[in-house]
């Protein structure tokens, strides 16, 4: 199933950022208006693990708070520091697949709660599954589109990169 809607698969190798990572686990999730939303934790021996999300073939970083870093919330607002969020949106997402580890580091529940905040500092999203215990906080970072690449398309990136500088040397001889 994560396969028909999952750009990358369980144990494929990526590059974000330049850095080669490993697909240690994916979650499928659905809207309630029936849109998908893939999750990957990806991994890679040098550093913490990265969680993405994408939908629509577009990417976000998820970059989750420390669970004793949990910003007061009131009504509509968050408030992280000095900067403040609003509530813009809710969505309720079903776990439809999940493979390998679990983006998010939670337990897989059948059931999220997301609550899209924005604010002049970027976008904030509060997840919690209904019935258990405490939130899980995010800072959203929509990345450009071709940030994250299979390294099958890295290479081929790579190759063109190449190419195009050599005709460039031969150019200007």
Do not use: C, W
């Not at 976008?123 to 899980?136: H, N, S």
């Not at 940030?147 to 290479?155: C, D, I, T």
Request: glycine share 12%; net charge positive.
């Amino acid at each position: 199933m994560a396969g028909d809607v999952a750009t990358f698969k369980l144990d494929e190798t990526v590059v974000y950022a330049g850095r080669p990572m490993r697909v240690a686990g994916i979650a499928v999730l659905e809207g309630a208006g029936g849109q998908k939303t893939t999750r990957y934790l990806l991994e890679d021996a040098s550093g913490a693990p990265l969680l993405l999300e994408e939908g629509e073939r577009r990417f976000a970083l998820l970059r989750p708070f420390p669970p004793g870093a949990q910003p007061p919330a009131t009504g509509k607002v968050v408030s992280v520091g000095k900067e403040k969020y609003t509530l813009v949106g809710v969505r309720q997402l079903t776990l439809l697949t999940a493979e390998g580890k679990t983006p998010g580091g939670r337990p897989q529940a059948p059931l999220l709660v997301s609550g899209i905040f924005e604010g002049e500092a970027g976008t904030l999203m509060r997840e919690m599954a209904p019935g258990a215990d405490g939130q899980f906080y995010f800072l959203l970072k929509t990345l450009a589109p071709g940030a994250v690449l299979s390294a099958a398309q890295h290479s081929l990136a790579k190759q063109a990169e190449r190419y195009a500088a050599g005709n460039r040397t031969r150019e200007q001889d």
